[in-house]
């Protein structure tokens, strides 16, 4: 049996499940902020490329965080990005987008499909990161444009590739159908780094400190 499978056996030989560390935990028990705030959820084979996995992290407000998956050969690889570009075509760039008020109307309209970015890795690989769910686009990561290096160091936080706001009620929808993080670990579990899978069990306690990422 694979060491990444979605179960093993502890020393007592009873069987312990693996999950995602999605983030630095301070402890063992304690979560992450991307583990306590979100709620993740995968999008296989992007873009109809076999092995792009993807990463959409949803809060409670309705937003959702695009990154990668710990299965994306980006991170698989650890390969070296060296540019973010966010001109997706000749005539669409994203760091072009516009919203206003407090509900964020005016965004780029986005299917799952769409292009956000492409990104660029030092071995000339090319990568068209999509946005994997339907919706307004809130905001690009403008700082990957800059430090590209973000999109590998920290693929959760500060590294995240694009916010994306689903339209009304499509949220919890998208909850339930998209790929959850335990069968996500079973379906990729002989190519997800060792780095990204713990046996830990977690908690969520109101008072529990968390890793503050930037």
């Known amino acids: 049996m694979s060491d990444l499978a979605d179960e093993r056996e ?11 560390r999605l983030g630095n935990r301070i402890s063992k028990s304690f979560p992450s902020v991307t583990e306590r705030y979100y709620k993740p959820r995968f999008l296989l084979d992007a873009n109809g490329q ?26 698989k690889e650890n390969k070296t990005v060296t540019k973010v570009d ?20 005016g965004g780029q309209k986005l299917q799952k499909e769409s292009a956000l970015c492409i ?8 990568y068209t990161i999509v946005s994997t769910v339907p919706g307004s686009l809130i905001e690009v990561n403008e700082h990957l444009t800059t430090s590209p290096e973000r999109l590998t160091e920290k693929p ?33 579990r002989d190519v997800i780094p060792k780095c990204y899978i713990t046996d830990e069990e977690t908690f969520v306690d109101p008072q529990c400190p968390i890793v503050e990422e930037s």
Request: a positive charge.
């Open 119 to 126: 990104v660029t890795c030092s071995d000339g690989q090319t």
């Open 50 to 75: 076999k092995g792009h996995d993807q990463c959409a992290l949803f809060h409670s407000n309705r937003i959702v965080l695009v990154t990668l998956a710990p299965s994306h050969p980006i991170l």
């Open 86 to 105: 966010y001109q997706v075509n000749e005539k669409l760039n994203r760091l072009n987008n516009q919203v206003s008020g407090k509900w964020k109307k």
């Open 10 to 20: 502890d020393q007592q030989g009873t069987p312990t499940s693996l999950s995602l």
């Open 156 to 188: 959760w936080s500060s590294g995240y590739i694009a916010i994306v706001l689903p339209p009304l009620k499509m949220d919890t929808m998208l909850l339930d159908t998209m790929t959850s993080p335990e069968d996500y670990v079973k379906a990729r």
